[in-house]
């Protein structure tokens, strides 16, 4: 199934709709991310999943290890990290990577299981979007 932005566009006025005064951004994104589960069978057995690339974010308190931690799971996962770019401010991180996860045998819902799993341990953020979803969200 191919993402496009009139679907986005649609699932955003149906979030919008359906979550009436609470619609938030956040809670705009995660009913359209639901959908587009729903639509590609990624929240299945996992005999389908998502091939392509994801965006990765995640920010916290910064400690050692927490590059290293996300990483490691992600080669782990045999997924391809293509990009990566992080700051620190003070006491804090942020972290963007772009990560193609075509090659690996879990499924989308799959690894973002596991990076939540790193998530709770470290006790950081750690947010996973497909990549269209990321690009169309901003442009709506």
């Known amino acids: 199934m191919k993402i496009t932005e009139n ?13 009436g005064e609470s619609a938030s951004p956040d809670k705009i994104r995660e009913f359209v991310e639901n959908e587009i589960a729903k639509m590609t069978g990624s929240n299945q057995t996992g005999t389908e999943k998502f091939q392509g690339r994801v965006i990765l974010t995640s920010f916290g308190v910064n400690r050692p290890g927490i590059v290293a931690k996300i990483t490691g799971v992600l080669a782990e996962l045999n997924c391809d990290l293509q990009d990566i770019s992080q700051k620190i401010m003070q006491e ?6 772009m990560i193609d996860i ?16 790193v998530s709770a ?4 953020k750690i947010f996973v979007q497909h990549e269209d979803i990321f690009q169309y969200m901003f442009r709506i």
């Open 102 to 117: 075509t090659n690996s045998p879990k499924n989308f819902r799959e690894i973002q299981e596991e990076l939540n799993k």
């Open 92 to 97: 804090f991180y942020t972290l963007i990577m």
């Open 121 to 124: 341990e470290m006790n950081i």
């Open 7 to 19: 679907l986005i566009w649609e699932l955003s006025n149906k979030a919008i709709n359906t979550l």
